[in-house]
Every structure is written in C-alpha cells, then in structure tokens.
C-alpha cells in the first residue's frame, strides 16, 4: 500500500489502480479504435484490456475515432510528431492480479483517490484514514 498526506489527511492509496503517464504530441502507430467519447471513458476501456499499454486521445476526430489502444499488436512510437494527439501510457503493479474498477474513485482534496469500503476516523486525530483491503 502506498501512503500519501495531503492536506492534513493521511491516506492509504489502492496501489492496483492504474497510474497514467500523460505526453503531448505523441502517438504509437498501429492502434485498435475504440468509440469512447471521453479521456475517462478510453482509459477504463484500456484497463479492461488486459493487453493494452496505453491509449492515443485524439479530440479532433469524430466521434468514435478519438479512442486508440495500444499494445503488443502496434506499432512505432511517435513522440512529438503528432499535434494534438495525447498519449497516455499506462503502468500496472506486477502484483495485482485483478482489473480495478475506475467506477470506486472519487474527488478528494485535489486529486482522484480510490476508497474502500471502510472508512475509520482515528480518534482525536487530525488524520483520516483511508484502508482498502487487498483480498
């Protein structure tokens, strides 16, 4: 588990959520079209592709073509060399074994935070404490 504090609280982070790395410009050749209309909406498509490594997000394009999945049937990589395009790579712990669900995350404190089911406050602390059970 990864711990974080952010503003006053303390913070238990689910580490099988997915992180993304986020680069401008960029495409990988070769992606598998996905119709999600939203950033959001293509990466959970990603996460449920258990082969996908990442998603190409182009908003000029019509709906139904913003979408593209990688992985091991694309191609080259093109950093910089397409305007408007981002690529949003995306890094898996080794040891989850599960597919995460985007629908448990929820807005807190200025970043998106997975919550469990329990929820404790510690007593006459200024912490909050947020456990998520790894089963």
Not at 6 to 22: A, F, H, L, S, T
Not at 73 to 92: E, K
Not at 96 to 119: A, P
């Amino acid at each position: 588990m990864f711990v974080t504090i952010i503003r006053g609280y303390n913070v238990i982070v689910d580490p099988c959520k997915p992180r993304w790395n986020e680069t401008a410009n960029t495409n990988v050749l070769g992606g598998m079209v996905n119709n999600a209309t939203t950033v959001a909406a293509c990466q959970a498509a990603c996460v449920r592709n258990t082969s996908c490594t990442g998603v190409d997000w182009n908003p000029s394009l019509p709906t139904g073509q913003m979408c593209w999945l990688s992985g091991p049937w694309s191609g080259q990589r093109r950093t910089g060399l397409t305007p408007g395009v981002t690529r949003y790579d995306i890094y898996r712990s080794p040891n989850c074994s599960g597919i995460y669900s985007l629908n448990t995350s929820h807005f807190c404190c200025g970043m998106v935070l997975h919550l469990s089911h329990k929820m404790h406050r510690l007593s006459h602390s200024p912490f909050l404490l947020l456990a998520h059970s790894m089963s």
